[in-house]
């Protein structure tokens, strides 16, 4: 038996991009299929979190409040409004959308935070974890 290559070495060459652009295009539909606002991502998030509640709970908020939140508010900003800020995140942990219900500075911050900051990896993706951030004066 013989085997026979039915592509020219061009097409050959041009499978990996073919591939790569496919696998490309399937990451931009992913991410519109995500949420487009805030109220949408906290229906989301109740959904991932009760599905997966010891991530959350164990895992994730631990995990916020110590590598992200602290650093924002460990700065005496006057500004310390009450907001909820909803991450969504990827298979590998990291975040690929933010909302936010309104703009503070601690928001501001978290923002910057979340950017430079891979989470554990979730149990399923997109998994979306709401914060309510309340500061007492």
């Not at 696998?23 to 997966?52: F, M, N, R, Y």
């Amino acid at each position: 038996m013989t085997c026979t290559r039915r592509g020219s070495d061009k097409q050959m060459k041009a499978l990996p991009l073919i591939v790569g652009a496919w696998l490309l295009c399937v990451g931009c539909v992913a991410a519109a299929d995500l949420p487009t606002d805030i109220e949408a991502a906290q229906s989301a998030s109740i959904q991932s979190q009760s599905k997966h509640p010891d991530y959350y709970g164990k895992v994730l908020q631990p995990f916020f409040y110590e590598k992200v939140l602290s650093q924002c508010v460990q700065h005496s900003f006057e500004d310390k409004g009450a907001f909820v800020v909803v991450l969504a995140l990827d298979a590998d942990g990291k975040v690929i959308r933010v909302y936010e219900s309104s703009k503070t500075r601690v928001s501001s911050c978290l923002d910057a935070q979340v950017a430079k900051i891979v989470f554990p990896k979730p149990p399923a993706a997109p998994f979306f974890a709401a914060f309510d951030m309340r500061f007492e004066k």
